[in-house]
Nanobody
């Protein structure tokens, strides 16, 4: 099994920046062979992928965040970080850390609130 613990988030003005971090623990084998990423869910909307990164550092971003958000991963520390710049009110949501292991099983963090004021 895998546990994910998130940190970061909070309230920021439009144009500002925030950094989210997520630490994975548990099955080292599952963590090592995994894709890690961030999803978000705004009120009344479905959860959506924000960014993901594989063990070999290949990345994928939602079109809405390309050029503004950067995902990175430290395989030695089993952490994934999302640097969010040029935030807009449309980025307001609960952000969830995700790990998808080699069996395509999803693990989720508890979620962290990001609020961007205009």
């Amino acid at each position: 099994q895998v546990q994910l613990v998130e940190s970061g988030g909070g309230l920021v003005q439009a144009g500002g920046s925030l950094r989210l971090s997520c630490a994975a623990s548990g099955s080292i084998f599952r963590i090592t062979i995994s894709t890690m990423g961030w999803y978000r869910q705004a009120p009344g909307k479905q959860r959506e992928l924000v960014a993901a990164i594989t063990r070999t550092k290949s990345t994928d971003y939602a079109d809405s965040v390309k050029g503004r958000f950067t995902i990175s991963r430290d395989n030695a520390k089993n952490t994934v970080t999302l640097q969010m710049n040029s935030l807009t009110p449309e980025d307001t949501a609960v952000y969830y850390c995700n790990l998808k292991d080699y069996t395509v099983t999803d693990y989720w963090g508890q979620g962290t609130q990001v609020t961007v004021s205009s």
